[in-house]
């Protein structure tokens, strides 16, 4: 037998039928045997053979003589030749939406200045005068002088069509004079809560706008058509099906995009199973066209349950909210979104529309904030099983781990942000409070667990990157060597029980998906190396050889 890419195509049709099985309703359709299968079960055991029946698993297990009795003459028989299999990957946190955008817009991730530049250049050379545009991924960090751009240096390659560049973490945005003239943004605007127009000296916009004082920029852009947003979340559900995940949890969709999600499912357009968070405030329009949470449509393929809230803005861009100011811009504590009256009536509106919620918290007093306020309103409304997230609890003030988990708040975090931010975190925050941050040890050991993710395309998608910083604390060039403050990694199981079992518990799955357990959607990975005994090093060029999805090999 040849490699597993090839089986996928070359799968061997058993001619067997046993007649003491039983009835049809018994067999398997697909018997995968031979594999080294890691089902992540409440044993962490280890299964050879996997039976399928439509989109659930028959069986997981090491009785190969009991698999061949649930076969027919049109069970299909793939041998895995010891392959290395794992559940399907459960992105807990990721932008379903502008994943897709970001695999078709000019690439600009990362990239030096004079190139980006360059990139802009040619792209006005495509367009007519007054055409935006627009994409997204620079870093300042990444530059030798680490500083903010300007607009100047924009205008300089673009003076007629607006340009939009949002940098990686998704928290301030790079433009040209044309954009802050389209936008009505002058020396005289002023700052709007929970954000900031960065400014020179003399007052003038530079041309970076964070967090909240972008929104009035965003009006103006046009916005693709219902057709292009579709074509957006199929480039989007290729490409994390490519890498074994089968499951997502997507960190904020207008209402608009609801709808084109349903249709979208109820056609088979899409086949990746997303958990929808609604942005803050689309779940007033959701509710009052009589709508209200609802889990496994379509198969199992869509739910739209949660409202995802934010509380802060980001490290990178000095926004997250601090108890204490940054390191490194004296008197500065970031940016808090709401007064603590202003979050309180949010979140009881949303707990009393029944949905979970999903808070975006960096700093230390934004996750306080959160924390305070999601216990008045449980303590108001009480609510046993309400699964309440913190997205991202990236800088955390001791005394809150331990409030986290008495709370039963689920820490969804995503182990990449700490190799990505390790260059300039410090900085950020002291030698200090940065034993707080990205702390996964920290949370782990008090109880808690992590839904882990890569928030795409802030970060790559690739879910093994994640794997390999969650277990090493190092980036893909393995620097700091011994990893950065690494008493805080997880073990490879709890880095693996991140992205499948403790992921499918953050979005209510636990039952459904998240190991490889007989009863649960046949949901898993055929790997090209086997993550939990390869070197450190080799983890974070994993590859996915197979990809299965409710029990059908995804074409690639």
């Known amino acids: 037998m040849n490699k597993i890419c090839i089986l996928q195509s070359a799968v061997i049709v058993a001619v067997m039928f046993i007649s003491s099985c039983g009835t049809n309703s018994d067999k398997a359709d697909i018997i995968f045997t031979n594999g080294t299968i890691y089902t ?36 299909q028989l793939i041998d895995l030749e010891g392959r290395p299999v794992i559940p399907g990957i459960i992105e807990s946190h990721l932008h379903f939406y502008d994943l897709g955008v970001s695999l078709s817009e000019i690439d600009i991730y990362e990239k030096p200045k004079a190139e980006i530049l360059q990139l802009v250049a040619e792209e006005v050379k495509k367009l007519q005068p007054g055409e935006w545009i627009v994409s997204s991924g620079w870093s300042h960090e990444v530059w030798p002088d680490a500083k903010w751009p300007t607009k100047e240096e924009l205008d300089a390659v673009s003076p007629d069509n607006p340009v939009c560049l949002t940098r990686k973490d998704g928290h301030s945005v790079w433009v040209n004079s044309k954009a802050l003239e389209i936008a009505g943004i002058t020396s005289d605007t002023p700052d709007p809560q929970g954000g900031e127009i960065i400014k020179t000296a003399s007052g003038q916009p530079t041309g970076v706008l964070v967090d909240t004082a972008m929104d009035g920029l965003f009006s103006h852009i046009p916005a693709p058509s219902a057709e292009q947003r579709l074509a957006f979340y199929q480039r989007a559900d290729r490409e994390v099906l490519s890498y074994g995940i089968t499951s997502l949890m997507d960190a904020g969709v207008s209402y608009r995009d609801i709808q084109i999600l349903k249709d979208a499912y109820s056609k088979g357009l899409l086949q990746v199973r997303a958990y929808e968070l609604l942005n ?9 066209e009589g709508n209200r949470p609802e889990r496994d449509l379509y198969g199992g393929k869509l739910s739209v349950n949660g409202v995802k809230l934010y509380t802060d803005g980001s490290l990178g861009s000095r926004s997250a ?40 918290a960096i700093g230390d007093a934004a996750i306080r904030q959160t924390i305070d306020i999601y216990e008045k309103v449980l303590k108001e409304q009480p609510l046993t099983d309400h699964r309440y997230r913190i997205e991202h609890f990236q800088h955390v003030h001791p005394d809150d781990f331990a409030r986290l988990v008495k709370d039963s708040i689920i820490a969804s ?14 900085a950020r925050v002291g030698p200090s409070r940065v ?11 008090h109880g808690g667990i992590i839904a882990n993710g890569s928030d795409a395309p802030v970060e790559y998608v690739n879910p093994y990157h994640g794997f390999y910083a969650a277990v090493t604390r190092q980036n893909l060039h393995g620097e700091p060597q011994g990893g950065w403050y690494p008493q805080l990694c997880m073990t490879r199981e709890e880095a693996l029980k991140s992205f499948t079992i403790w992921g499918a518990y953050a979005m209510f799955g636990e039952k459904e998906k998240g190991s ?4 649960k959607y046949a949901d898993f990975v055929v790997l090209d190396r086997d993550i939990m005994t390869c070197s450190l090093d080799d983890l974070k060029d994993t590859k996915a050889l197979m990809t299965v999805l409710g029990g059908k090999i995804v074409d690639k």
């Open 40 to 75: 992540v079960d409440k044993d962490f055991s280890k299964a050879s053979v996997i039976a399928v029946q439509k989109d659930k698993i028959l069986y997981a297990g090491n009785d190969l003589a009991f698999a061949q009795k649930l076969q027919t003459a049109k069970t």
């Open 280 to 288: 803050e405030g689309e779940d007033i329009p959701y509710v009052s």
């Open 321 to 360: 909210w601090f108890l204490e100011a940054f390191n490194d811009r004296p008197g500065h504590f970031g940016n808090p979104r709401y007064s603590d009256e202003e979050f309180y009536e949010i979140v009881k509106r949303i707990r009393s529309h029944g949905f979970q919620i999903a808070t975006h």
């Open 413 to 426: 975090m995503q182990t990449v942000h700490a190799t990505s931010d390790m260059p300039f975190a410090e």
């Open 435 to 445: 034993l707080g941050a990205y702390a996964w040890r920290t949370v782990l050991d």
């Open 516 to 519: 490889i357990e007989a009863g």
